[in-house]
């Protein structure tokens, strides 16, 4: 959404837009994090408003959230963690003498490089054999060492940039929190169309009349209005406001048919609705829901 061309349209256009901006923009607003002249949104959120750097009329809006901060040192922990286990298990490896080939080591090392590249920047690694540096590919007779480093040239700044992210606009007229806010109805209508093609299995349908293309968005938004009232119920039960937990937990009841055969051959069918297990009554009990015991059974003409 923030490439060159979609923000020449926007301007050419005279557009007012509110974007999200890559992450690897922050290091040019390096100083700007450092100074305490932020704006309380809400709890746990500040924003301040940036002029750009390379001097154009856009204003940049710099956001740093205590939630993400936490989340973003716990994935950060989690991948440097998970590298040096890797490693450690590379090591051993060379340590037994069962691998003999530089380059089947370092071709190890690069999948976990990749494989973790959030917390590659920060190891330093190296391959050697017990007499000396390792080269070439050949097996070796002696023994393959794999030493590593761990520095802060490149953790310093990301642990300075964590939580933070970035925005920006060619709306001036506005306070930085009120773009902040608008941002998130943006995020919000995102949203809704990523529950109604992931959550609601909603796909598109290529109608071909007018008619039928109004009706699928009929059905469409009534979904999704049933969605809305579903995580306002659970958010009233205290469940929070996520409902995709409670469907799944829904779905486990189950409708069964129960057939009684009579002395003159005659079929008596009940619909009946599975009893919910203890976890899912208590959860029905909280959304104020009660499943009927029996449905009626349509009979066919």
Not at 7 to 17: D, F, I, M, N, W
Request: charged fraction near 30%; charge should be positive; glycine fraction near 6%.
């Amino acid at each position: 959404m923030a490439s060159a061309d979609n923000l020449e349209l926007l301007q050419e256009k005279g557009r007012r837009y509110i974007i999200g901006t890559p992450k690897n923009q922050l290091k040019k607003f390096e100083q700007h994090l450092l100074t305490q002249d932020w704006k309380q949104v809400h709890e746990g959120l500040e924003v301040k408003l940036c002029p750009s750097p390379d001097g154009s009329e856009e204003l940049f809006i710099l956001c740093r959230s205590r939630a993400r901060k936490e989340k973003e040192q716990a994935i950060h922990n989690r991948f440097v963690e998970r590298l040096k286990k890797g490693l450690e298990r590379v090591k051993k490896s060379c340590a037994s003498g069962r691998v003999k080939n530089v380059r089947l080591v370092e071709r190890r090392i690069g999948r976990l490089l990749e494989r973790y590249n959030r917390a590659s920047p920060l190891f330093d690694i190296d391959v050697s054999t017990k007499g000396g540096p390792a080269s070439g590919g050949k097996e070796l007779n002696g023994k393959l060492d794999l030493t590593w480093t761990i520095h802060d040239t490149y953790s310093d700044w990301a642990r300075l940039s964590e939580g933070y992210y970035l925005l920006r606009t060619n709306i001036k007229d506005w306070t930085p929190e009120d773009l902040w806010k608008a941002y998130i109805q943006l995020t919000e209508a995102e949203a809704a169309f990523r529950i109604q093609k992931q959550d609601l299995n909603l796909r598109p349908i290529w109608h071909q009349r007018e008619n039928r293309v109004q009706a699928h968005i009929l059905v469409c938004f009534l979904a999704y209005v049933l969605w809305k009232c579903l995580a306002q119920m659970c958010k009233q039960a205290g469940l929070g406001n996520e409902p995709r937990t409670v469907l799944q937990e829904i779905k486990n009841l189950t409708l069964v048919d129960v057939v009684l055969l009579t002395r003159t051959g005659t079929e008596i069918r009940l619909r009946r609705v599975s009893k919910p297990e203890q976890h899912l009554a208590i959860l029905l009990e909280k959304l104020n829901l009660r499943p009927p015991p029996r449905l009626e059974m349509k009979l066919k003409l």
